[in-house]
């Protein structure tokens, strides 16, 4: 079993920034991916960042040049420092990592329980 833990998120003025950290724990290999999406009221669930083992990146459209991922592969940890927040930013972001567990030795998709970021103007 996997599981994933999401710490951070909260209520930030626009402008401002916070950082959400994602810790996969579990019977892990690798986590191939990592990364975040989120979703707001009434709208579908958006990509935020992806990153894989290798270090390749993707970035949605909306946050990029504002939004950075870091990885601490050996912790199995993810992190996602947001600046320059605005309101369109408000939304759950839920955490998601594609892992290799030692179990069955194939990947599987894991999502944390998710947390609120609002961003007020």
């Known amino acids: 079993q996997v599981q994933l833990v999401e710490t951070g998120g909260g209520l930030v003025q626009v402008g401002g920034s916070l950082r959400l950290s994602c810790a996969a724990s579990?019977?892990?290999?690798?986590?191939?991916?990592m990364g975040w999406y989120r979703q707001a009221p009434g709208k579908q669930r958006d990509l935020v960042v992806r990153?894989?083992?290798?270090?390749?990146?993707v970035y949605g459209d909306p946050v990029k040049g504002r939004f950075t991922i870091s990885r601490d592969n050996a912790k199995n940890t993810a992190y996602l420092q947001m600046d320059n927040l605005k309101p369109d930013d408000t939304a759950v972001y839920s955490c998601?990592?594609?892992?290799?567990?030692?179990?069955?030795?194939?990947?599987?998709?894991?999502w944390g329980q998710g947390t609120q970021v609002t961003v007020s103007s």
């Open positions: 998601y990592a594609e892992v290799v567990d030692t179990t069955t030795w194939g990947s599987s998709d894991y």
């Open positions: 579990g019977d892990i290999w690798r986590t191939n991916i």
């Open positions: 990153k894989q083992y290798d270090g390749y990146t």
